[in-house]
Nanobody, 119 residues
Framework: QVQLVESGGGLVQAGESLRLSCAAS????????MGWYRQAPGSQRELVAN???????NYKDSVKGRFTISTDNAKNTVYLQMNSLKPEDTAVYYC?????????????WGQGTQVTVSS
């Protein structure tokens, strides 16, 4: 089992920055990839960014150049630095960890943290 605890959400104005953190604990050795998803009201949950154990990174097109995902393996923590925030970035952000060592692969989720960007 893996537990994910997020922090760093809040209310900011357009153009400002936030940094989200997600600390993993438990059977972290089984995690192959970690990332961030978000879900706005009335919308489906969508991938924002993820990073795997080889440091391969994927970003949602609309956040490229503004958001940066990174990890601190010693702390089992993944970060999402969000710059130049826009009102359309408003959503609940969820940390995700994928265990691909089992079949089928299993997803762990954090409790979510609210990010609100005012115009």
């Amino acid at each position: 089992q893996v537990q994910l605890v997020e922090s760093g959400g809040g209310l900011v104005q357009a153009g400002e920055s936030l940094r989200l953190s997600c600390a993993a604990s438990g059977s972290t050795w089984s995690i192959n990839r970690m990332g961030w998803y978000r879900q706005a009201p009335g919308s489906q949950r969508e991938l924002v960014a993820n990073i795997d154990h080889r440091d391969n990174i994927n970003y949602k097109d609309s956040v490229k150049g503004r958001f940066t995902i990174s990890t601190d393996n010693a702390k089992n923590t993944v970060y999402l630095q969000m710059n130049s925030l826009k009102p359309e970035d408003t959503a609940v952000y969820y940390c995700n960890a994928e265990d691909m060592s089992i079949e089928p692969p299993y997803d762990y989720w954090g409790q979510g943290t609210q990010v609100t960007v005012s115009s």
